[in-house]
């Protein structure tokens, strides 16, 4: 756990479990859902922190978890070990949401504007004048009465079509995505830990779509050397392997998912460190770590202008900012006319929850 840095240990708390238990859900999305291992730091934790006391101590707050429903022993005969349960699953995400979009107010479902005119779902604050066409059920009541009383006065009073004051809305749609996470090796490459952050991004998204915009849909997929869909169950669990980076793969599932989704709105999330540097030929791997290797680059670039035929957008998040990955996501982006945010793994989710919000979201008359 070298370079893991703990800076809200949560101390104030009054309930001993509960202290201990936001920093556990932290710990098991570092060690990738190993309850022993969490467990093991935990205690590490608690002899320099001083988290437990007298009356409270890692004993109990073991028996705690267990009795609770947090974890559990599937298989005590074959020695198998404590796991998560779906509750705990649950609570990690629910804590990457509060952890990651803890500034946001509850949010209708289905929240996501199209380019299609129509009489809106979503109220706004702002009002205009009535214009035909406008439906009825848009006027504002008090404002209108209020022009009629200014325009004509109380003993004439009248309400003429100048007088109404309409409010603004916005047109709600469903809209598909897929996140697409990289597990590369370069995630954890230099010490520095890159696949966490990304976890908890990815699992406070699925959190925010699956609670807040049920309409929706959401698949994820993971990418190295090849790209494979991945329930939101097993985001916690997500490993880095000694993979390249095969963009494409991605991209391919990506849009292979899409094309079963019937939503006319449909867009791509990419969490990357790294150019891509592998691609796939029949069964065999063609691959080059160093620069930007213009077949590889092509490939992928023929993708992202592909998705944007097909008014797919991509907005890629790069956790880094090395002089290839720059170049790479200047082209890829400009293909596709998508999006791309160069951030720091504290901002990472800001960005993303933003670009979810404002994808395509435009006011309706």
């Known amino acids: 756990?070298?370079?893991?840095?703990?800076?809200?240990?949560?101390?104030?708390?009054?309930?001993?479990?509960?202290?201990?238990l936001d920093l556990f859900k932290e710990l098991l999305v570092h060690t990738s859902g190993?309850?022993?291992?969490?467990?093991?730091?935990?205690?590490?934790?608690?002899?320099?922190?001083?988290?437990?006391?007298?009356?409270?101590?890692m004993a109990d707050f073991i028996q705690d978890l267990i009795e609770k429903g947090y974890i559990q022993n599937p298989n005590p005969q074959k020695g198998d070990g404590f796991r998560p349960t779906k509750k705990m699953e649950v609570a990690i995400r629910q804590k990457a949401f509060e952890d990651i979009f803890d500034q946001l107010k509850k949010s209708k479902r289905g929240n996501h504007s199209t380019r299609h005119g129509g009489k809106g779902d979503e109220y706004t604050s702002d009002l205009r004048p009535y214009e035909f066409g406008d439906s009825l059920d848009n006027v504002a009541i008090s404002e209108s009465l209020k022009n009629a009383?200014?325009?004509?006065?109380?003993?004439?009073?009248?309400l003429s079509q100048d007088d109404l004051e309409v409010k603004e809305t916005f047109y709600q749609s469903q809209m598909s995505t897929v996140l697409m996470i990289d597990i590369s090796h370069s995630m954890i490459l230099y010490g520095e830990d890159r696949i966490t952050p990304a976890k908890k991004v990815a699992m406070a998204l699925a959190e925010l779509i699956t609670t807040r915009y049920s309409k929706d849909t959401l698949d994820i997929l993971v990418f190295g050397n090849d790209a494979w869909p991945i329930e939101i169950k097993d985001l916690p669990y997500l490993e880095v392997g000694p993979y390249h980076t095969n963009t494409v793969a991605g991209l391919e599932l990506a849009m292979d998912l899409l094309r079963k989704r019937r939503n006319p709105n449909k867009q791509i999330f990419m969490i990357t460190d790294g150019k891509p540097t592998c691609i796939k030929r029949g069964k065999k791997y063609y691959k080059n770590a160093f620069g930007l290797d213009k077949k590889i680059l092509q490939r992928t670039?023929?993708?992202?202008?592909?998705?944007?035929?097909?008014?797919?957008?991509?907005?890629?998040?790069?956790?880094?900012?090395?002089?290839?990955?720059?170049?790479?996501?200047?082209?890829?982006?400009?293909?596709?006319?998508?999006?791309?945010?160069?951030?720091s793994l504290g901002g990472l989710g800001e960005f993303i929850f933003k670009d979810y919000k404002n994808n395509k979201r435009k006011r309706h008359r």
């Open 301 to 343: 670039l023929n993708l992202a202008a592909k998705c944007r035929k097909l008014n797919i957008p991509i907005t890629t998040f790069m956790i880094a900012r090395d002089p290839y990955l720059v170049s790479f996501v200047d082209q890829f982006t400009r293909t596709n006319n998508g999006k791309a945010y160069y951030s």
């Open 149 to 158: 009383q200014i325009n004509h006065g109380i003993e004439e009073f009248k």
């Open 1 to 20: 756990m070298i370079g893991w840095r703990f800076t809200n240990l949560n101390k104030k708390s009054t309930d001993p479990f509960k202290r201990l």
């Open 34 to 57: 190993n309850v022993s291992e969490a467990l093991s730091w935990l205690t590490e934790l608690d002899k320099e922190y001083e988290l437990t006391t007298d009356d409270y101590g």
